[in-house]
């Protein structure tokens, strides 16, 4: 086994060759072909290693699927097949061709171990092999690590990636926590679709994610809503496995009513494991996940078990947990969906789910191109504006053929991480948020406004009211002043019986 500090001879797990058991078979077999012995790979000696070179999937519970299709059969074309210097050639020999061809080349897996900090992820990481891929003495501050090993075994090799989340769960607001693996995954996913557009392909780095393992806290009050966010949303995006950790601090009682209660959380809320999986493969492996949610006790020590053995546990004052011991813990269950009966399937199925995403992808690329010639949210330049409204056809895309890869140029990886960003729903919420509250203090001030503006409408209103009265009052004193002028001359001229109009008006004007 090698890790990224280097190789580590001496720690290569015997199992390995167990383990990718497909592989070392494969490898076996080009050995003695290589020899100059000549092995007919399809008349394996036991009905056992037959079923071993077949798809991960048919080896259900270390059992051979009867169902499986003959490889050493009658294809309809035998005439087609023929054996030169003992080494077959023709269709037949197509399986076995494909399989030496994965057996060279070797296979990429990546694996995300998510779920709240301290459950035993970077533990369960290296307890999976006989050496530590993961440093746990250092601790990570950053919310996704990436480790990246190659382990070798019978002449294949796997390059095995692992994601790991700490700290995972210990903000003080985790309401969008989950984000941010779930945006790693898509991340990853949209920058393989930009890499396989580049000339030269030969560098490209496929961390594209597989599976991921979501470990529960072990309980006896369900799990908690983050965990059952973040499943959801995980759920969507890979091959969602979720597992109990730590399961030795509950008893088999307690266990069982836990996994129930999983399950029925699982059902309700509508999470699917291992959603890529086709039906075949679930029908093929009804009896191994009928255990799950699976439950794993992982420990990097080794401790003495009953029969005297030197085995990965843990100890007790009540006793001894075998961490591979099928009584005590999935563990080794786990081991051989993730490296052996699936290990396929994972990749595969991933490989579906990218296709899928890609061609989801191309279209939106479309599509937004298609809207720079209505909207001014990407700057496009006269010509590629002349390019989309002359050329492109864009009610039927199909028609367009290799015209579409101009659109593709226009609408490149950094306009898509910004539109992924538009989408991301922490992005979104906080908006709807900062507009929800924008709303809402425009409103309180035009409340405000109109108050004020009402109180001087009153406020004018009353001093119209006065300046009325004062006019009112200005008006009656006029009157008055008449009416005094009035009496007062009438009173004159009865008085002297002869006076001068003009005289009285002095007389009143010196009064
Ligand atoms: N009882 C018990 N303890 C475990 C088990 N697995 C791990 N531990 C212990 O739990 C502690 C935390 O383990 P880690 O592997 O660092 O947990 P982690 O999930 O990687 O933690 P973060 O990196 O903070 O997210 C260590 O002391 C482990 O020895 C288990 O199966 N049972």
Redesign the pocket.
């Known amino acids: 086994m090698k890790s990224k500090e280097g190789r580590l001879a001496t720690d290569c797990p015997v199992e390995f060759s167990k383990l990718v058991s497909g592989f070392s078979e494969e490898a076996k077999v080009r050995k003695q072909a290589s020899q100059g012995k000549h092995v007919d790979p399809y008349q394996p000696k036991s009905p056992k290693s037959r079923c071993i070179r077949q798809r991960s999937s048919s080896f259900v519970n270390g059992k051979c699927k009867s169902k499986e299709t003959p490889l050493s059969g009658n294809y309809g074309v035998e005439d087609m097949n023929s054996n030169v210097n003992g080494r077959d050639i023709g269709i037949r020999n197509i399986p076995r061709q494909r399989e030496l061809l994965n057996a060279k080349n070797g296979i990429q897996f990546t694996l995300m171990v998510a779920?709240q900090?301290?459950?035993?992820?970077?533990?369960?990481i290296n307890s999976l092999f006989a050496t530590s891929l993961i440093n746990?003495n250092i601790?990570e501050n950053r919310p996704i690590v990436r480790y990246k090993n190659i382990i070798e075994g019978n002449g294949t090799h796997l390059r095995f990636g692992v994601i790991d989340t700490?700290?995972?769960g210990n903000d003080m607001d985790n309401a969008f926590t989950w984000r941010t693996m779930v945006n790693y995954i898509d991340e990853e996913i949209r920058s393989y679709i930009f890499q396989e557009e580049q000339p030269d392909r030969t560098k490209m780095i496929d961390d594209r994610v597989h599976c991921c393992l979501y470990?529960l806290k072990p309980s006896n009050n369900g799990i908690d809503t983050l965990d059952v966010l973040t499943m959801k949303e995980l759920a969507r995006r890979v091959n969602l496995i979720p597992v109990i950790?730590?399961a030795?601090?509950l008893t088999k009682h307690e266990l069982n009513n836990f996994k129930m209660e999983i399950r029925e959380i699982i059902r309700v809320q509508n999470i699917s494991v291992c959603c890529f999986f086709d039906n075949n493969v679930l029908d093929a492996t009804q009896n191994i996940f009928q255990k799950f949610p699976f439950s794993?006790?992982?420990?990097k020590e080794y401790v003495l078990n009953k029969k005297g053995e030197r085995v990965k546990g843990?100890e007790y004052k009540w006793g001894t947990v075998e961490i591979e011991n099928e009584k005590h813990s999935d563990f080794k269950i786990l081991q051989r969906i993730l490296f052996d009966w699936h290990l396929i399937d994972f990749v595969e199925s991933t490989e579906d789910y990218y296709e899928k995403c890609r061609s989801e992808m191309l279209r939106t690329r479309l599509l937004k191109a298609r809207d720079c010639l209505t909207t001014n949210t990407v700057e496009i330049t006269d010509e590629q504006r002349k390019f989309l409204q002359e050329e492109m056809n864009f009610e039927d895309i199909e028609e367009n053929k290799l015209k579409n890869y101009k659109c593709y140029e226009i609408i490149n990886k950094v306009i898509m991480d910004k539109v992924a960003t538009e989408w991301d729903p922490e992005f979104i919420t906080r908006q709807l948020e900062t507009k929800k509250r924008f709303n809402e203090i425009s409103n309180q001030e035009i409340r405000k406004i109109k108050e004020w503006k009402k109180n001087l409408f009153m406020k004018q209103e009353n001093f119209n009211q006065e300046i009325e009265d004062l006019n009112n009052n200005l008006e009656n004193l006029q009157l008055e002043c008449q009416d005094l002028e009035y009496k007062l001359l009438m009173d004159k001229s009865s008085d002297h019986h002869s006076t001068d109009s003009a005289t009285l008006v002095n007389v009143h004007i010196k009064r």
């Open positions: 779920g900090s301290g459950l035993g992820k970077t533990t369960f746990d601790k700490p700290n995972f470990f950790a730590k030795d601090l794993i006790v992982a420990s843990r």
